[in-house]
């Protein structure tokens, strides 16, 4: 056997193990049985269709709102519809979304955080004719991830107005504090009090979509999303997803443990203990459809972690 021959059956060799440990891998992290995923799959779109039922949501021969349609990114390769619901994951299944729809095996890491929400080559549902638009939703696997509403508030508190974002930081806090502010004194950074009592006193409908309600993002009970999964959930589910729509190995979604800063119960609980009543109330009212749909409850934890 020549050299030359001998290099060649390594390289094969070792391309084969590589394709064993991907193909492998996402199994091995899938955590929880299909069979079990399935069940609370199919109990969580029970309870979504029952209160959707129940609180007169559902008007299936509605016409798809357009900022609806905007949420929602395709991938013809796959098959495959994701809702953007920022604050839970978004860049990271954005990034999934890019590669399936190029056809690149690559690792996520690869794509640029930041270029990921500017790129022009994502494409949104609201991009095709509406009779194309219904063909694609009734063919395609329709996905959407939720987040405990209050965690997803103080996490886009955190990011938005804490961080260096000229938008954010800059226009929408001078908004907030010329809103809050006694004699327009506009030092230091918006406070979560007057965050949150901005939120509460603004139209629902027109909110930033990263405290936007989940529900008037992805539309849920006018779209039979065929996944429904969860921040809390996000290995399991995502593992499945993956699985589900045939998307190279290769292609995971990254490990939280690269995220260390990211907000937890425990961050979301201290922030609450900087509200009243009066402001937990409002806040609860308007989440209150997140809420119910997704079946997320106000904690023993959060509630004695406010006062007044």
């Not at 959407?144 to 226009?171: C, I, Q, W």
């Not at 992805?218 to 998307?247: F, M, S, W």
Request: aromatic content about 12%; hydrophobic content about 35%; charged content about 25%.
């Amino acid at each position: 056997m020549t050299h030359l021959l001998k290099k060649l059956l390594i390289f094969l060799l070792l391309c084969t193990l590589l394709g064993f440990f991907f193909s492998t891998q996402r199994h091995a992290e899938t955590t929880v049985h299909k069979e079990d995923w399935l069940k609370i799959q199919n109990d969580r779109k029970t309870r979504l269709d029952s209160i959707c039922l129940s609180k007169n949501l559902t008007n299936l021969k509605r016409k798809l709102n357009v900022q609806v349609s905007r949420q929602l990114f395709v991938d013809e390769n796959y098959k495959f519809i994701y809702c953007e619901v920022p604050k839970v994951g978004c860049s990271n299944w954005k990034k999934i979304v890019l590669l399936l729809m190029l056809n690149l095996s690559r690792d996520t890491f690869e794509v640029s955080q930041k270029e990921i929400h500017k790129t022009n080559l994502l494409k949104r549902l609201s991009s095709y004719p509406p009779k194309q638009q219904e063909e694609l939703l009734n063919s395609f696997t329709k996905v959407m991830f939720t987040r405990h509403p209050l965690e997803r508030l103080v996490s886009a508190y955190r990011d938005k107005l804490l961080g260096n974002e000229p938008y954010y930081s800059g226009t929408v806090a001078n908004q907030i504090k010329a809103l809050f502010r006694k004699g327009k004194n506009f030092t230091g950074a918006v406070t979560f009090q007057e965050f949150v009592n901005y939120i509460v006193t603004s139209n629902k409908e027109y909110l930033d979509v990263h405290w936007k309600p989940m529900s008037l993002l992805c539309d849920p009970c006018n779209i039979q999303y065929d996944i429904l999964g969860k921040y809390e959930t996000l290995e399991d589910d995502v593992n499945h997803t993956l699985n589900r729509i045939r998307a190279p190995e290769i292609i995971r979604y990254p490990d939280s443990k690269f995220y260390p800063q990211r907000t937890n119960k425990n961050l979301t609980t201290q922030y609450l203990r900087k509200m009243d009543w009066n402001q937990i109330q409002k806040l609860m009212e308007l989440y209150q459809i997140d809420f119910s749909l997704f079946n997320y409850t106000f904690t023993a934890e959060m509630k004695m972690s406010f006062s007044g």
